[in-house]
């Protein structure tokens, strides 16, 4: 990596396992740029800073905080393909225009250099994955009785959204997480294995409006606080 290039990067944040739609969209610029590929969320920013004038960057920057799986084979995993209807070989189809690692159909191009592994199998620009469901939960703080609507992955343990939550107060770690029921909750497990259980396709079903959807509580306890129990 450049010695200058760090200086266009973003900041670095926790790496998850998973990821919301919602996570990898803020992540829209030529310097700070993810994207989704069949459940996968890749990091690309260090790769298109380090080629940023070429314009095979341009369809990755145009696409960033998106998925663009529909970019690749659902197979093979690789770049989309057609036959050329004037030589009869088949040739890389880039709708968007032709991307970083792509090679060109000139086999005498050499307009980028030629790589080992391209990005898309390269598992170092992998970090994490995209939650195939994501759910909102009214975190309660009964110490100052703010309430704050998150949006988590459905397989996020109950530590992990704790982690999440540092955003909005950076003190969770010092809270005891409970259920409405003033029972623990067991941080190692997921909302489903703490019973806090998923109802919205139920609400969907009855014909509920999504703003009238009832959404499940935690309850945080600040541990120093001697009046709470």
Request: hydrophobic share 30%; glycine share 4%; aromatic share 12%.
């Amino acid at each position: 990596m450049p010695n200058n290039l760090e200086e266009f990067l973003s900041k670095t944040e926790p790496t998850r396992r998973y990821y919301t739609p919602y996570d990898v969209s803020l992540h829209f610029k030529s310097g700070d740029l993810w994207v989704v590929i069949f459940g996968e969320v890749f990091n690309l920013t260090s790769l298109v800073q380090r080629n940023i004038h070429s314009p095979l960057c341009q369809p990755l920057i145009d696409n960033a905080g998106k998925d663009i799986s529909h970019f690749f084979n659902a197979k093979t995993k690789e770049p989309l393909t057609k036959i050329d209807t004037e030589t009869g070989k088949q040739v890389y189809h880039c709708p968007y225009g032709r991307f970083l690692h792509v090679p060109s159909p000139d086999p005498t191009s050499y307009d980028e250099p030629r790589v080992d592994i391209p990005w898309w199998r390269d598992r170092n620009y992998v970090i994490g994955k995209l939650s195939k469901k994501v759910r909102k939960l009214r975190i309660i703080n009964m110490l100052t009785h703010q309430q704050d609507v998150i949006e988590v992955p459905c397989e996020e343990t109950i530590e992990e959204i704790q982690e999440r939550y540092l955003v909005v107060n950076e003190h969770a770690s010092s809270y005891t997480w409970k259920t409405v029921a003033n029972k623990p909750l067991d941080m190692e497990g997921t909302l489903d294995d703490n019973q806090i259980f998923d109802e919205t396709e139920r609400f969907e079903e009855l014909g509920i409006p999504e703003d009238e959807w009832y959404i499940p509580p935690i309850l945080i306890y600040f541990d120093d606080d001697l009046t709470e129990a």
